[in-house]
């Protein structure tokens, strides 16, 4: 009888304590949700701007190409051609006295209000309290497919613009969605974050 008795004890301090494990898991999933709330997102540009393998430096425009990128870039033009890879790069702001945990963020990126790329940046990051940390989000698109109905010279100008030469302004819209993950389970944030920034 006695050892019934112990087994029934054991049983419910085993369920006790499991039940209070998992309160308090949900009360810090709470926590870090509206840890992940409380932080800001901004947009600071874009840099590593690569054009068909040509580095685009800071403030290039054509008249910098030299004579074989000036080919290079012209054959793929006529080709209806013109891949381009660069990262946004966004600032997240912690407010809080703990640290912001992300695991994942879903993100929209669009130039001049048309979509390059919808995708998930998944390398976790941490930011540390009341700080700020960096976030570089790789981008690969075809400028000439995306902007298919303007002229090859108004395309071309956009990939320098990326770069920061003299020309009209692009409007880089960004949308993100961060997630935390906390025993293996991801939680997102309620809606979608958006953020806009001209380039001028």
């Keep these: 009888m006695r050892k019934i008795v112990r087994v029934i004890v054991l049983v419910m301090l085993t369920a006790s304590f499991t039940a ?9 999933q709470a926590a870090q949700v509206m840890n992940l ?4 997102f901004d947009v600071t540009g874009v840099n590593n701007i690569n054009m068909l393998g ?16 000036l080919i290079k870039v012209t054959n793929s033009l006529m080709n209806k051609k013109l891949p381009v890879t660069f990262n946004v790069n966004l600032d997240v702001n912690n407010p809080n006295s703990i640290a912001a945990a992300l695991g994942k963020m879903d993100y929209i ?11 998930t ?8 309290p009341n700080s700020k940390g960096q976030v570089a989000i790789p981008i690969s698109t075809d400028l000439f497919q995306l902007f298919s109905g303007e002229t090859a010279d108004a395309i071309l100008n956009l990939a320098f613009k990326l770069a920061g030469a003299k020309s009209d302004p692009v409007n880089l819209g960004v949308k993100v969605k961060p997630y935390i993950k906390i025993n293996n389970q991801s939680l997102a944030y309620p809606d979608y974050i958006t953020i806009n920034k001209v380039l001028e």
């Design 109 to 119: 990126i669009a130039l001049n209000n048309k979509e390059v790329i919808s995708s």
């Design 54 to 69: 040509i580095d685009l430096s800071k403030g290039m425009d054509q008249s910098n190409l030299n004579a074989a990128q």
């Design 121 to 128: 940046f998944t390398n976790g990051f941490s930011i540390a």
């Design 20 to 28: 209070c494990e998992q309160l308090a898991q949900i009360a810090n």
């Design 37 to 40: 709330k409380n932080c800001t």
